[in-house]
């Protein structure tokens, strides 16, 4: 390691595959970063704990010989101890905002959203709604009040604008929300803004999805869509 | 003239015609208190309205997996406090808490085109209330035109709850209501309490009698009946007192007086159409037999438990099975603390 150099972490879930391979692409331009990912699927990856001394593992006693040789496959090891980095960034984090198309999809919000909807929120139940599910980003426990390296979260990216094509269920609010974007960035935004706040509370910093990635609906401009990746199979290898 | 000894017409009668039943029976509600008169399952579209305690009622259905209409629902992921607070979640549309079947007519009528409320925005703090169910929006909204704009698109939805569903539950609260003199419109609080100013020479204290009473269960039945033939209505009448009276009575009497007048015209109604049924929910709490039990510290309201053993016996009396009592006890807490406008009045009488 070279002096300077800054060591990172990237833990989380398949959604990192993409970073890894972001990654490959963009090291040789960037020599001062040294970037160690670990990644788990979703499954395995909400049962991983963080222990006093920042080590992130399964504990032993949910750690079956499959799940030890999945993870092994994938990161060359079965933990990760966070305390040797300089920052730490946990990516597809759980993003309020995949939900909130159902909350304004078919509504209209005062002076936010005015779409002709049948129903309409007032701006106080809008902030309340916001609010409460903005509180859903706080983290589990031993992330709280954090005192170790620095500690970034980026929530999983919005839904892709091709949503619009999908007969799934889970999508039309999505879908709805493409037809009719008034307001959607600007809530967007705000969401985001109150997440941010619930994060500094906790001493992580919120890495936000760049504005100039996504549609009039707050959703991911297609361009960026490179399929979904998964570690199951225990491939790409980290 | 026969020569047999006299016979007694109570002689044969079941237990349950006898007060000894009553005594022998020790604590907990007769489970034969309640013989629906319709059937009620599980698919049975039913839609709620009334006073606080018709909340408790709706959450309960709500939580059995019953099929409750709801027109303008907050998606699951909102949680219970914030969608209760804002009038989502209680009923099936978001009217708030109707206390006097005069109030619902007059919804009804609203919804129907044939009716406009007088002073339907009153103001608080700069703030702008829906005179007809201020509670929905306790910060109020900005201006007057998006309270009205708030109210058609309010009252869309609740034509077409009104239009949905099979089974009305309708919870009789009050009899007392404060009126426009001048063009008779009902509202739910007095003016002054949430918000809106109190003028004697512009409002009145109303005491709705029997006959007005059951002229309004009347009209009610008519208009739903006109949008969906065939509906059935569940009339039940709120255990809970009130909190305060206008009517120059001691509360004590005036509760009295109210319970009274509802439940006598619940059961005028009964009797007089088929399709209506009585739910004795106010019987099973305030029961003798309950020795207070089922009463909440301050007299007035009604337990967790009591919400609890009323709703057993409607979901045992129309067989609807449901898990462990047990496993909701938890969700009856103070979020299910129902949102009554009429406690603002307790602030107001200190």
Redesign the interface.
Known sequence: MTRGTARIAVVGNSHIAALKDAWVEMAPAHPALDITFFGAPQVEMGKMTLDHNLRLAIPPKRLDAETKDLLTRINGRCALSLARFDIVLRAGVTSPWFQFPQVIAARDVDGLRETGARERLSRAAFDAVLAALAETSRPAKNWRKWTGPALYFMPLPATSESCRGSERKLYRPHAALAERSDGACQIHDLLFDAVERVLDEENITLLRQPADTLTEAALTQARFKTGARRLRDGTPQL | MTNSAPRSPYRGLPRRAFWKSVADRGEGPADDLYRPRFEITRKTAIFTAGSCFAQHIGQSLRRAGCRIVDT?A??D???ET?AR??GYRQYSARYGNIYTPRQLRQLLGEIDGTLTPAYPVWVRDGRFFDALRPAV???G??TPD?VA??RR?HL??ARSAFARGEVFVFTLGLTEAWIHRESGTVYPTAPGTIAGAHDPEVFAFHNFSFAEVIEDLHAIRAQLQARQPGMRMVLTVSPVALTATASDAHVEVATSYSKAVLRAAAGQMMSECADVDYFPSYEIVTSRAARGRYLSADLRDVTPAAVEDVMQIFFAAHGIERGDPADHATTLDDLDAPVCEDLLLEAFGR
């Open positions: 303008e907050m998606p992921m909102v949680p914030v607070r804002f929006e306790p910060e909204l900005e998006l704009e708030h698109l869309a939805r």
